[in-house]
């Protein structure tokens, strides 16, 4: 019965752990502290990194969009069958509010392709919202939202008739370390076939000045969007972590391509997470590591491809060589 089920097992009926309880628990209990940045987008964190988009620092949005309209045609053409009649479904991984996959959109629609643009995303009111905006926005498209995970997303579209392309877009494939963004590479190809194609986006090495300045903002949001995973522990997990006792700290190493965002405790202190009926103890000055976010070469996406078994079919950037968009197949 359903009360002998819940005798037996007393502690997950009465509280689940949410997956970002049994994270903390992980990441905060490591020699070096850690919390991963797939747990910034929040609400609050998802209307943060808006901003971030918008503001003069951070080019790397700017600059896709802009290496995106130039080359709208060329990159269609290298994403399309060469059957122009044959239907396809367009995956975007993380679309986010789909400003720069519109261009895509809008071309492809212009020269007549015939697909289904299908936004996968484990957010179901990010997939929700954008499906409605492009069906005022561009009535004729077809839009299949699917809520999944990334690989698992590709999986289960696999079995379905029909040329697969992907999209994966704004460079978050910096937010893997070098080994797994390969796997990654990997893991998508995977189901696919050779006829289906990646569109992968790279930020690329540049100034370390401005590579830094993008990521730590002369007003302060990207300090508020780091900040706000303390703040979202508070609200989901009942946290205590008092925010004037910490700080956005955040560098970029032209040696291995790494900007590298922490949170460091001005302090000693000790923070009570009641989900997890537990204390954590910070040193004055002790951090915690939250973001990756690595930079590119072309010999280095060259040999990420390579190691994921993918081949380079078309390599796309704007005239400042700030950022690459690369067509990929399996
Ligand atoms: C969404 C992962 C591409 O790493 O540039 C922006 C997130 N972090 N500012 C990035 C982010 C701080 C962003 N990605």
Redesign the pocket.
Known sequence: SADSAAAAHPAQTASPTSALARHVAEGLSRPQKTLS?MY?YDDEGSRL?QQ?MALPE?Y?TRTEFGLLTTHAAAIAAALRPETAAEPFFLLELGAGDGLKTKILLRELLAAGASFTYVPVDISTAAVEGLAESLRRELPELRVEGLVAEYTRALTLMASRPGRKVVLFL???I??FLPADQHEFLRALAQPLTPDDRLLVGF?LQKDPRQIRN??DDSQGV?AA??LNLLRRLNRELDADFDLSRWQHYTDYDPLSGA?R?FLVSTHQQTVRVPALDRDFDFAAWETIHT?N?YKFTQPLIRAAAAAAGLDVQAFFTDDKQYFADVVLSP
């Open positions: 940045s910034f990194f971030i951070y790397p704004g460079s978050n910096g937010n930020d993008a990521y990207t969007f780091n900007v965002s973001e976010s």
